[in-house]
């Protein structure tokens, strides 16, 4: 089945995992690239903390490889200017299911819920319902360290550490 995705006027084809005839199950999120994935925005929900972005359940099992438990993710919406990594913010996924009532009536078919308050956080770029949200986990699965953010600043603190180094060697 192919899923048509309008980004700001730009209209992108892209595949859907089939199910069988009749499948009534989430349509999102698709991975567009690989550990890249577009969803709608479905709406903002107090169910959720500032660092969590919520998608339902059923969604996440059929139609993406996250894990809630180990990966998280960076949250952009298309056609608005990404953050520079070391000032972005990273999200916990959370699988909504009726323990989030009020956020799991913003995902029936996985689209992204963000916690009330994120409109707060980036007013310029807060999104509108259908907004096309781009969920990427590619940092996560290539560093594996996200789930620990003491660990992961340390690599960054040394990195900067080096480069510092390296440019008052350069001088």
């Not at 709608?40 to 969604?59: H, K, R, V, Y």
């Not at 078919?109 to 319902?129: H, L, Q, S, Y």
């Not at 096309?132 to 900067?160: C, K, P, W």
Request: proline share 9%; net charge negative.
């Amino acid at each position: 089945m192919r899923v048509q995705i309008q980004a700001r006027g730009i209209f992108t084809i892209v595949q859907r995992r089939p199910g069988p005839p009749g499948d009534v199950a989430p349509a999102f999120p698709i991975e567009t690239l690989r550990h890249w994935y577009v969803t709608p925005f479905g709406g903002m929900s107090p169910d959720l903390e500032l660092t969590q972005i919520g998608i339902n359940s059923e969604a996440l099992r059929k139609n993406t490889s996250l894990d809630p438990a180990i990966d998280r993710v960076r949250v952009t919406i298309l056609g608005h200017v990404r953050r520079p990594i070391l000032l972005d913010r990273f999200f916990e996924i959370v699988p909504l299911d009726e323990r989030h009532a009020d956020a799991l009536r913003h995902s029936p078919m996985g689209e992204a819920v963000f916690p009330e308050g994120d409109d707060v956080v980036r007013p310029r770029d807060a999104p509108k319902p259908g907004d096309e949200v781009l969920i990427s986990s590619v940092v996560s699965q290539r560093l594996g360290l996200l789930a620990d953010s003491e660990a992961f600043a340390g690599i960054l603190q040394e990195l900067l550490r080096q480069a510092a180094e390296a440019d008052r060697e350069n001088s």
